[in-house]
């Protein structure tokens, strides 16, 4: 479905046959900023794809010329939730995102379920992603796939760490399970990173902050239009916590896509960042 607002144009799109990217791809077909020719999604159909939906055979639904809805209820993979995603185009250059998770009144639940999403990037030529750590911008570069990928929330309470998170010493590089499951050593202060590609910045922002992780690939995107390069891929993941049957849980996102003021990048991402924090206050949890 095609959608259009302020500077930006998307297509969203289900799992069937229909998109180039098949049954692996529901989510961003296409992001498309009107000062940038190129998607900023490998293929230009690999943008914000919930592990949730993809290849379960969503139902995409139409709410009106700027947002679009994907939804599966339960099936064999998740027996006892149903996933909402809902894409919203917002000038002048946003993407807002709420993913909605209900729970079935008969469910017996985990007392952590994971829900993470993918985001092939289309060839930058900076693979890192930036964010700010004990109040100082820093980046992330990671140089081979499944090393030293994951950034954790600062000030991170065990109760809130995931069975992996809390391994030490030797242990925290044994039986990792995925890039996801990597330590990077770094972690956010606040759950938003950014990244630059085709003169444009890209910019994620969540809602909550200690059951936010990101972590990136430097090959995770596959091929690169550049010669002798592979493109990265830049996803997270969301933890829920003690879900309970018959209770729903919300985690709001925005994505920016916007051309770079170069002189003053910092301030400009803060600025944005500023703003989605007001519009959609930080959790400390969800």
């Known amino acids: 479905m095609f959608l259009r607002a302020g500077d930006l144009s998307a297509i969203v799109g289900d799992d069937t046959v229909r998109g180039r990217g098949g049954p692996k791809y529901s989510g961003l077909w296409s992001l498309v900023h009107d000062s940038?020719?190129?998607s900023p999604f490998q293929g230009a159909y690999a943008g914000l794809i919930a592990s949730a939906h993809r290849g379960t055979g969503p139902t995409l639904e139409r709410l009106d010329g700027q947002s679009a809805r994907l939804v599966r209820g339960p099936c064999d993979r998740n027996p006892h939730t149903t996933v909402r995603g809902t894409y919203r185009l917002v000038a002048p250059h946003y993407v807002d995102y709420t993913y909605q998770v209900e729970f079935t009144s008969d469910a017996t639940l985990p007392e952590c379920q994971r829900h993470g999403w993918c985001s092939y990037m289309n060839s930058p030529l900076d693979s890192s992603i930036h964010f700010i750590e004990d109040e100082h911008w820093t980046c992330l570069t990671p140089l081979v796939h499944g090393e030293g990928a994951t950034v954790l929330p600062t000030g991170l309470d065990d109760d809130r760490r995931h069975d992996w998170e809390r391994r030490t010493g030797a242990e925290?590089?044994?039986?990792q399970r995925g890039f996801p499951e990597s330590f990077s050593g770094k972690s956010f202060d606040y759950p938003f990173y950014y990244g630059q590609l085709h003169g444009l910045v890209y910019l994620l922002m969540a809602d909550v902050h200690s059951d936010f992780r990101f972590f990136i690939s430097p090959s995770g995107g596959g091929y690169s239009a550049i010669p002798g390069r592979t493109s990265p891929a830049w996803?997270?993941?969301?933890?829920?916590?003690?879900?309970?049957p018959g209770q729903t849980r919300t985690l709001n996102l925005r994505l920016a896509l916007f051309p770079p003021c170069k002189s003053a990048l910092p301030q400009q991402v803060w600025a944005e960042w500023t703003a989605f924090s007001e519009a959609f206050p930080t959790r400390s949890s969800s």
């Not at 925290?172 to 039986?175: G, T």
């Not at 996803?235 to 309970?244: A, G, Q, R």
């Open 235 to 244: 996803d997270f993941e969301w933890l829920i916590w003690n879900p309970e």
């Open 172 to 175: 925290r590089f044994a039986q």
């Open 36 to 38: 940038s020719p190129a």
